[in-house]
């Protein structure tokens, strides 16, 4: 085999017409999280929380990673107290090694069944330089922002994690005044009502007299593509948990950059 090596250049196998083009040069650049890594905890179930990030979290420099943790289909306080223990383990999971701005737990009714500071406590183990949020964090968070203290509320769940919610955002001092469910417990049926069905019943809570707005609780819902014509119907703020919990996690990050498309809240700061 013949090989030839120029002065300046790489080496050439003449027999095969193969060139090493050696070590190259290159420069690091800041990476597409120069402003801000954000990590995201998501259910094993769950079909629509990381397509909604993608749609919301695209500015320049601002990048989330996401890992699953383990979850049934069925949405019952057992299978989401299953959770905790695996919530440390899966957001060490996140890009190893690298800084995150924030850690956000995708499950908002595991959030309050466990607890938005149980859930903190067990992120913090193995990411304490991160700030923390999940649906819940972030829904009362947005609720400050809006001055929203009177709220109907609409979800997928049983009845009995329906009035857990409503006393546990009641204990926080937002009251609800309207609450309705789709009764899709299954996460799989869940993720697959309508943009039409969540709309309709959106209008229809905001329309209720007496109340600042509505959330729609579970990242498995598809809110934001309907937020700009329910917001337009009813005069007021929609919220969901993802929503919610993607504009906490921009928030906390310091990125700031205003998204109207995406309702009401996404053109304010976080509330002092």
Known sequence: MSTALAADGPATDRSSGFVDLGVLPSVLSPGIYSRAA????????????????????RQPGVAFFE????????VTPENLMAMKPHLAPTADLILPSIPLSVVAFGCTSASMVIGEDGVAAELRKVRPE????????????AFRT???????LLTPYSQAINENLRKYFEGRG??????????????REAARISRESIRDAAIAAGRTPGV???????????????????????GKP??????????????LAGVDDPQPEFGMLYERGLAG
């Open 38 to 57: 954000i990590g995201l905890v998501v259910l094993a179930t769950d079909q629509t929380v990381e397509h909604e990030f993608r749609g919301i979290i």
């Open 67 to 74: 890992a699953r943790i383990p979850m049934a289909n069925e």
């Open 130 to 141: 991160a700030k923390f949020t999940n649906p819940v964090t972030g829904a009362f968070a």
């Open 146 to 152: 809006l001055g929203m203290k009177r709220i109907a």
């Open 174 to 187: 937002v009251g609800v005044a309207a609450m309705g469910t789709f009764l899709r417990t299954d996460d």
């Open 212 to 234: 600042d707005g509505v959330f729609v609780s579970c990242t498995s819902l598809e809110v934001a593509p309907v937020v700009a014509e329910v917001e337009a119907a009813t």
């Open 238 to 251: 929609l919220l969901s948990s993802n929503l919610a919990m993607a504009w906490h996690c921009l928030r």
